[in-house]
């Protein structure tokens, strides 16, 4: 319903709430959220709107509910202040109250929209052009509290009819990418499913394509769906070639989005770099997903040939939030990047072209990348135009403060938006009156401003799970060494580490490094002595057989190791070396001597080359009957010596008999 309101008068106020809040006031509660219309501009002898819905979130009815609009009219915020303000933070406003309207009751669960309205905005906003804090309130007036129940922040942007209006440029960073996806490559399955018509990696790319919109794409998907070959999905390969012809800029991002920055903030070393295209080095699937796929004779290309792409931008590296250091720009610029994408909040300056050691750095909007991340994932048009609001404030306060800067828009890295949400977050974004599409390139040509890294608090729990992960990699480097072809370890535990690592996990980053970990540890005992029971042993001199599992899909040369517990065995070779084919068993011989009866223990264990150990020693008692075989002989012989005697005997016997007999 809409309700048009005369101003009225209220005393200043300085507020500290945050943007939505949720207020219970004996046993009902209520959930705001205020949306202006037309991305918040407003203009001399035209309406203000604000559309509001209020949500019932407790479980008993909220009673009699006064809403009401209040506006700081006379004075415009730049764009700190908006920041804060959006953020919660306090901020002195002379906000008036200046419509308000009255709900009756709202049952539990129930919402109701209305729209508070002036009719005319010159009536309650004066002065030079920018945007204009206001805020919207809810009170239970049965409430026993003095203060307002919910308040929910929002801003529009004031345009006098007198001379132009600043401009900014504006351009987003979208990853072309698969978040939360593990493994070190795609099959053909999940491709087909991002790049279907409905896929969420085609709908992307419908919004993005011919747009400001410079892509950052993950060289995983190119390589997945050439290594296929033949048998990738008929939408993969035409994903590709969509891709490829979109007139966009771009760079390749590090494999699956990996973190660029994590391992330096870790360890001080630099991202490991993928080696190869590999072969699997196992056959079971893991915790995290689906195992890689099978091997096949295309999995022996370079992974340079299936990875290689017409990127416009090359030596740039997109940081995430909370990873930039000092240290990781002097890393990057050893290893080849020349620009940095940082967010804000990485930088100490606030120009929008920064020099930090010789590198130039394009800084992320944070606070106008957070509103349009809200509107390109909004549920409903009530969030999507509250998101777009902020959006419109905080581009006109960057014109406002030098007509002509560009602004940098990071968009979500973690989950990828849907087309229609993010199509419109662009499209309504540089069609405001203060906005005007741009490239990455174009902002690059801007001067830089000596800068410098604002050190972030570095989230030890992550950086904890990534210092593992690199120990869990470099153990399987010396494991693969057993491995015919060690490569067909290391290839793809290269790849799955730079996925565990990947921007694309979001919070959820802990829990893949940890599965990647724990991955290690299975393949590290993937080739083990197959445990057995007692083993008796009759001879002097004997071969004791020992059986060797290979759970890879790779052959393994190892060495076998037995160690007894006393001198009553004497092992003759003490390492047996045994080729194991993949996914098999293979039987060891190893020479040993008897010398005396009696039990003993013995230790087998599977070692590398190195003499380093493989998997875990298993224990193996064995029974000793020494000189059980001569004895055996010798009473054989003495038995059939007397078989012969006697043999002979009868013999001479019978002819004895025969010739006394008439």
């Given at each position: 319903?809409?309700?048009?309101?005369?101003?009225?008068?209220?005393?200043?106020?300085?507020h500290?709430?945050?943007?939505?809040?949720v207020?219970?006031?004996?046993g009902?509660?209520?959930?705001?959220?205020?949306?202006?219309?037309?991305?918040?501009?407003?203009?001399?002898?035209e309406?203000?709107?604000?559309?509001?819905t209020?949500?019932?979130?407790?479980d008993?009815?909220?009673?009699?509910?006064?809403?009401?609009?209040?506006?700081?009219?006379?004075?415009?915020?730049?764009?700190q202040q908006?920041?804060?303000w959006?953020?919660?933070?306090?901020i002195?406003?002379d906000d008036?109250a200046?419509?308000?309207?009255t709900?009756?009751?709202?049952?539990?669960?129930?919402s109701?929209v209305?729209?508070?309205?002036v009719?005319?905005a010159?009536?309650?906003?004066a002065?030079a052009f920018?945007p204009r804090l206001a805020?919207?309130?809810?009170?239970?007036?049965e409430a026993?509290?003095?203060?307002?129940?919910?308040?929910d922040?929002?801003?529009?942007?004031w345009?006098?009819?007198?001379?132009?209006?600043?401009v900014?440029?504006?351009?987003?960073?979208?990853?072309?990418?698969?978040?939360?996806?593990p493994?070190?490559?795609?099959?053909?399955?999940?491709?087909e499913?991002y790049?279907?018509?409905?896929?969420a990696?085609?709908?992307?790319?419908?919004?993005?394509?011919?747009?400001?919109?410079?892509?950052a794409?993950d060289?995983?998907?190119?390589?997945?769906?050439?290594l296929?070959?033949?048998?990738?999905?008929?939408s993969?390969?035409a994903f590709?070639q969509?891709l490829?012809?979109?007139p966009?800029?771009?760079?390749?991002?590090?494999?699956?989005?990996?973190?660029?920055?994590a391992?330096?903030?870790?360890?001080?070393?630099?991202?490991p770099?993928p080696e190869?295209?590999?072969?699997?080095?196992a056959?079971?699937?893991?915790?995290?997903?689906?195992?890689?796929p099978s091997?096949?004779?295309?999995?022996?290309r370079?992974?340079?040939e299936?990875?290689a792409?017409?990127?416009?931008?090359g030596?740039?590296?997109?940081?995430a939030?909370?990873?930039l250091?000092?240290e990781a720009?002097?890393?990057?610029?050893?290893?080849g990047?020349?620009?940095?994408l940082?967010?804000?909040?990485?930088?100490?300056?606030?120009?929008?072209?920064?020099l930090?050691?010789?590198?130039?750095?394009?800084?992320?909007h944070?606070a106008?990348?957070?509103?349009?991340r809200?509107?390109?994932h909004?549920v409903?048009?009530?969030?999507?135009?509250?998101?777009?609001a902020?959006?419109?404030?905080?581009?006109?306060?960057?014109?406002?403060?030098e007509?002509?800067?560009p602004?940098l828009?990071?968009?979500?890295?973690d989950?990828?938006?849907?087309?229609?949400?993010?199509?419109d977050?662009?499209?309504?974004t540089?069609?405001?009156?203060?906005?005007a599409?741009?490239?990455?390139?174009a902002m690059l040509?801007r001067?830089?401003?000596?800068?410098a890294?604002?050190?972030p608090a570095?989230?030890?729990?992550r950086?904890?799970?990534?210092?593992?992960?690199?120990?869990a990699e470099?153990e399987?480097r010396?494991?693969?060494?057993i491995?015919?072809?060690?490569?067909?370890?290391?290839?793809?535990r290269?790849?799955?580490?730079?996925?565990?690592?990947s921007?694309?996990w979001?919070?959820?980053?802990p829990?893949?490094?940890?599965?990647?970990?724990?991955?290690?540890?299975?393949?590290?005992?993937?080739?083990q002595?197959?445990?057995?029971?007692a083993?008796?042993l009759?001879a002097d001199?004997?071969?004791?057989?020992v059986?060797?599992?290979?759970?890879l899909?790779?052959?393994?040369?190892?060495?076998?190791?037995?160690?007894?517990d006393?001198?009553?065995?004497?092992?003759?070779?003490?390492r047996?070396e045994?080729l194991?084919?993949?996914?098999?068993?293979?039987?060891a011989l190893?020479?040993?001597?008897?010398?005396t009866?009696g039990?003993?223990d013995?230790?087998v264990?599977?070692q590398d080359?190195e003499s380093?150990?493989i998997g875990?020693p298993?224990?193996v008692?064995?029974?000793l009957?020494?000189?059980?075989?001569?004895?055996?002989?010798i009473?054989?012989a003495?038995?059939?010596?007397?078989?012969?005697?006697v043999?002979i005997?009868?013999d001479?016997?019978?002819?004895r008999?025969a010739?006394e007999?008439?």
């Amino acid at each position: 319903m809409g309700i048009v309101l005369a101003p009225q008068a209220a005393p200043a106020v300085t507020h500290s709430a945050p943007a939505t809040a949720v207020a219970p006031a004996a046993g009902a509660a209520i959930e705001l959220v205020a949306a202006p219309a037309a991305s918040g501009i407003i203009r001399p002898g035209e309406p203000v709107s604000v559309r509001v819905t209020v949500t019932s979130t407790g479980d008993e009815p909220t009673g009699p509910i006064e809403v009401a609009l209040a506006i700081d009219g006379t004075r415009a915020a730049d764009a700190q202040q908006l920041a804060t303000w959006f953020d919660g933070g306090t901020i002195e406003a002379d906000d008036r109250a200046v419509a308000s309207a009255t709900l009756s009751s709202l049952e539990p669960g129930a919402s109701a929209v209305l729209d508070l309205i002036v009719p005319e905005a010159d009536s309650v906003v004066a002065g030079a052009f920018g945007p204009r804090l206001a805020t919207v309130r809810a009170a239970l007036t049965e409430a026993e509290t003095d203060e307002p129940a919910v308040a929910d922040r929002t801003a529009l942007v004031w345009v006098p009819d007198s001379g132009a209006v600043p401009v900014a440029g504006t351009s987003f960073v979208a990853a072309i990418a698969t978040p939360g996806e593990p493994g070190a490559f795609l099959d053909a399955a999940t491709l087909e499913r991002y790049t279907s018509e409905a896929g969420a990696l085609s709908r992307t790319l419908d919004a993005v394509a011919g747009r400001p919109v410079l892509l950052a794409i993950d060289p995983r998907i190119i390589a997945s769906t050439r290594l296929l070959g033949a048998a990738a999905p008929a939408s993969a390969t035409a994903f590709l070639q969509r891709l490829q012809a979109a007139p966009n800029e771009s760079f390749l991002l590090p494999w699956a989005d990996a973190d660029a920055a994590a391992a330096i903030a870790a360890t001080g070393t630099p991202l490991p770099r993928p080696e190869g295209a590999g072969v699997p080095a196992a056959e079971a699937g893991t915790e995290q997903g689906t195992p890689s796929p099978s091997p096949s004779p295309e999995q022996s290309r370079a992974l340079d040939e299936l990875t290689a792409w017409p990127a416009t931008l090359g030596g740039v590296d997109w940081l995430a939030a909370g990873t930039l250091t000092a240290e990781a720009v002097g890393v990057l610029a050893e290893q080849g990047t020349g620009v940095i994408l940082a967010p804000g909040s990485s930088l100490a300056e606030r120009a929008p072209v920064q020099l930090i050691d010789g590198v130039r750095v394009l800084r992320a909007h944070d606070a106008l990348s957070a509103a349009a991340r809200d509107a390109a994932h909004s549920v409903s048009q009530q969030r999507f135009d509250d998101a777009m609001a902020r959006v419109s404030a905080l581009l006109a306060a960057d014109a406002q403060a030098e007509t002509g800067i560009p602004a940098l828009i990071a968009l979500s890295r973690d989950r990828l938006a849907g087309s229609d949400r993010l199509l419109d977050t662009i499209a309504q974004t540089v069609a405001l009156p203060w906005a005007a599409g741009t490239t990455a390139s174009a902002m690059l040509e801007r001067t830089a401003v000596p800068s410098a890294v604002a050190e972030p608090a570095l989230d030890e729990v992550r950086l904890e799970a990534v210092r593992a992960a690199l120990s869990a990699e470099a153990e399987d480097r010396v494991f693969a060494t057993i491995a015919v072809t060690p490569e067909a370890i290391t290839d793809i535990r290269r790849l799955d580490l730079l996925s565990a690592l990947s921007v694309g996990w979001g919070d959820r980053s802990p829990e893949a490094l940890q599965a990647f970990t724990t991955e290690s540890a299975a393949l590290r005992s993937s080739v083990q002595v197959v445990e057995s029971s007692a083993i008796t042993l009759l001879a002097d001199r004997a071969s004791l057989p020992v059986t060797v599992q290979n759970d890879l899909g790779v052959a393994v040369r190892v060495f076998v190791r037995v160690e007894p517990d006393t001198a009553q065995l004497r092992v003759v070779d003490p390492r047996v070396e045994t080729l194991v084919e993949p996914l098999s068993q293979t039987r060891a011989l190893v020479p040993v001597e008897s010398l005396t009866n009696g039990q003993v223990d013995i230790t087998v264990t599977v070692q590398d080359a190195e003499s380093r150990p493989i998997g875990t020693p298993t224990r193996v008692s064995l029974n000793l009957q020494a000189g059980w075989e001569t004895a055996g002989t010798i009473a054989v012989a003495v038995a059939l010596v007397l078989l012969l005697t006697v043999g002979i005997t009868r013999d001479i016997r019978k002819r004895r008999r025969a010739r006394e007999s008439p």
